[in-house]
């Protein structure tokens, strides 16, 4: 199968980003170093945190919907003077974690207030504000996820890790896909003849 020239765009790659530029802000905010933000699971397989965690804010994806409102079962484009039936591209929710996990109690909620502060800041990542967005990237959209204490003891439970002060945001439209195309038509140029009476 051949693939088509269209960026999509991947879950790493999204969480990637966001990470980059909240780390970017707690430099400017407050004075952190730069990595303070990381990648990474909040325990390891054996349920101890992991080293890499420890005076960080760490960026989790604890979920992934599937976007209901946005499915695309195929799509024409052109092809080489031809028709191309394309493999849809699909659409999720990511369900992030941020915790910070800091050794100082208060130290661990200043962090967690400057990540808030953040996406009340940045609600929506696009060209018009995010010049440097990675190509394919149209644009995220971030919502808190409001938990009931017990969904979040729920949450951390079956994480396998102790409680730390944490948010949880869903980023939305994240587009998945390779663009390959599944059937490639001949395209009607011209139709010519007369109808006879």
């Known amino acids: 199968m051949q693939r088509t020239d269209r960026t999509l765009f991947m879950i790493d790659v999204s969480l990637a980003y966001v990470r980059q530029v909240l780390d970017q802000y707690l430099i400017t905010s407050s004075g ?7 990648l990474n699971h909040v325990v390891t397989p054996d349920g101890s945190m992991p080293q890499k965690n420890q005076n960080k804010v760490v960026i989790t994806l604890i ?3 599937y976007e209901t409102n946005r499915q695309y079962y195929g799509d024409r484009s052109g092809y080489g003077g031809q028709s191309a039936q394309i493999y849809p591209v699909q659409h999720f929710n990511l369900h992030v974690l941020i915790s910070a996990c800091f050794d100082e109690y208060p130290e661990a909620l ?3 207030t400057a990540v808030v ?3 009340q800041e940045n609600l929506t990542f696009t060209r018009e504000n995010r010049p440097g967005l990675p ?3 149209a644009a ?11 969904q979040t003891h729920n949450l951390w439970t079956a994480l396998g890790a102790k409680y730390q002060p ?5 980023i939305r439209h994240v587009s998945v896909g390779d663009g390959q195309v599944k ?3 001949s395209t009607i140029g011209r139709i010519a003849g007369a109808v006879a009476p």
């Open 32 to 38: 952190q170093e730069t990595g303070t933000v990381i």
């Open 63 to 65: 979920n992934l919907e």
């Open 110 to 112: 200043k962090q967690l």
């Open 117 to 119: 502060g953040f996406f």
């Open 135 to 137: 190509d394919g990237l």
């Open 140 to 150: 995220l959209k971030f919502e808190v996820e409001n938990s009931p204490s017990f």
């Open 166 to 170: 944490s948010m949880i945001y869903k």
């Open 183 to 185: 059937g490639v038509d």
